[in-house]
């Protein structure tokens, strides 16, 4: 009785994607207003864009930045304007929100960028559990991304999975 223990869920020709592969790992900042405003609360136009100028940026440089504002103040469009303009040249990418908003936007970003030809008729398990919380958006853009080319798209884990999409 030693018949070899055969991996079934390897022999099914299934492609197990990770979104945490396309996650942003490290150098992730913020990129907070209040602390250039007068008395935290008030944007004067001269300080702030002198203020600014005399930032170092090269301190987000290859960064992902998310450019908010934690005080309850009126800031005007145009100074987050000012601010990417600042780190568009050196940061990898600039979003406005919070920390939650930048991975979203990256993650989606990753996705887009991915080849869906590389999926044709490829049957895909979109991983669902692992060491980092994915945000849904990621989920509803990688379904977007294979639909046209995957034979199949799974949710879950090769050995336990659901059906998302099969092409007729």
């Not at 935290?40 to 702030?48: A, N, R, S, V």
């Not at 005399?54 to 005007?76: F, G, H, K, M």
Request: net charge neutral; proline share 4%; glycine share 4%.
């Amino acid at each position: 009785m030693s018949e070899a223990i055969v991996n079934k869920v390897a022999e099914s020709g299934l492609i197990s994607f990770n979104l945490e592969e396309l996650y942003p790992k490290k150098n992730i900042k913020i990129f907070d207003l209040k602390d250039h405003l007068f008395m935290g609360l008030i944007l004067k136009e001269k300080d702030f864009r002198a203020a600014l100028q005399q930032l170092n940026w090269e301190e987000y440089r290859d960064a992902y930045v998310a450019i908010t504002c934690s005080a309850d103040a009126v800031i005007p469009m145009w100074a987050n304007m000012l601010v990417a303009s600042y780190l568009q040249p050196v940061a990898k990418a600039v979003v406005f929100g919070d920390e939650k908003r930048l991975i979203e936007t990256v993650l989606v970003n990753n996705i887009e960028q991915l080849k869906g030809e590389d999926f044709s008729d490829q049957r895909v398990v979109v991983k669902g559990c692992g060491e980092v919380a994915i945000p849904e958006a990621a989920y509803v853009a990688i379904t977007n991304k294979l639909r046209p080319f995957a034979k199949s798209i799974m949710y879950g884990e090769p050995c336990s999975t659901v059906p998302i999409y099969k092409k007729k």
